[in-house]
T-cell receptor
Framework: DAGITQSPRHKVTETGTPVTLRCHQT?????MYWYRQDPGHGLRLIHY???????DKGEVSDGYSVSRSKTEDFLLTLESATSSQTSVYFC??????????FGNGTRLTVT | LAKTTQPISMDSYEGQEVNITCSHN???????ITWYQQFPSQGPRFIIQ???TKVTNEVASLFIPADRKSSTLSLPRVSLSDTAVYYC???????????FGSGTRLQVQP
C-alpha cells in the first residue's frame, strides 16, 4: 500500500528488552508518523517526523524513541518494552495536506 | 490542534445512504478534512479529502459548510463490505501532529 513496508509484521518479546520497529517507504514523502492502536480503540500518535533528523513527540511518546537518518526509513524503538506497549503499531506517510497513507501494521506482544 | 467529535456507532441496511458527521469547531485556516476507513487488522485507508464546499469521488462525497466547523461523509447505497470504522481527521501536514478522534463504527445489515 502506497509503497510502505513495516517490519517485522509480528513480534513477541519479553518485558525489559529493547525492540525496534522499522517503517520503509519508497514514495519519497517528507512526513512520516508512528501510531499505536489498542483493541477497540482509535489511533494514538507516538512520534512523527517532518524531515531527515527532524522528529517530534505525539500524544503517547513516553517509553518510545524514533530516528530518521534517511528519507525512506523511520525507526521506532521501545527502549525497555513493557506489557502496556503490547499493541498494533502503524506507520503512515504523507506528502502534505493531511492525507496519510498507512502501512499494514506491526503486531507487538510483550510478555 | 483541531479536536474532532463523531458518533461512536451507526447502523444501516444495505442499499441505504449513510451520512456520518464530524464536528471540528476549532479548525484552523490551513486545515484540510480527511476521512479514512479502517477494517479489522488493517491500517486505515484514505477515502476522501476536502477543504470547503463539496467533494465527490467514486466511493463517497464530502460536504463541508461555509464555516467549516463540521463535515459530513456520505456513502451512497452502502453494502455489507462498508462495515468498518470511519475516522475524520482535521489538520495540515507540517511541523504539526495529526491526531485522530475515536471514529464511528458503521455496521451495515443485510
Amino acid at each position: 500500500d502506497a509503497g510502505i513496508t513495516q517490519s517485522p509484521r509480528h513480534k513477541v518479546t519479553e518485558t525489559g528488552t529493547p525492540v525496534t520497529l522499522r517503517c520503509h517507504q519508497t514514495e519519497n514523502h517528507r512526513y512520516m508518523y508512528w501510531y499505536r492502536q489498542d483493541p477497540g480503540h482509535g489511533l494514538r500518535l507516538i512520534h512523527y517526523s517532518y524531515g531527515v533528523k527532524d522528529t517530534d513527540k505525539g500524544e503517547v511518546s513516553d517509553g518510545y524513541s524514533v530516528s530518521r537518518s534517511k528519507t525512506e526509513d523511520f525507526l521506532l524503538t521501545l527502549e525497555s518494552a513493557t506489557s502496556s506497549q503490547t499493541s498494533v503499531y502503524f506507520c503512515a506517510i504523507s506528502e502534505g495536506q493531511g492525507a496519510l497513507h498507512f502501512g499494514n501494521g506491526t503486531r507487538l506482544t510483550v510478555t | 490542534l483541531a479536536k474532532t467529535t463523531q458518533p461512536i456507532s451507526m447502523d444501516s441496511y444495505e442499499g441505504q445512504e449513510v451520512n456520518i458527521t464530524c464536528s471540528h469547531n476549532n479548525i484552523a485556516t490551513n486545515d484540510y478534512i480527511t476521512w479514512y476507513q479502517q477494517f479489522p487488522s488493517q491500517g486505515p485507508r484514505f477515502i476522501i479529502q476536502g477543504y470547503k464546499t463539496k467533494v465527490t469521488n467514486e466511493v463517497a462525497s464530502l460536504f463541508i459548510p461555509a464555516d467549516r466547523k463540521s463535515s459530513t461523509l456520505s456513502l451512497p447505497r452502502v453494502s455489507l463490505s462498508d462495515t468498518a470504522v470511519y475516522y475524520c481527521l482535521v489538520g495540515y501536514t507540517g511541523r504539526r501532529a495529526l491526531t485522530f478522534g475515536s471514529g464511528t463504527r458503521l455496521q451495515v445489515q443485510p
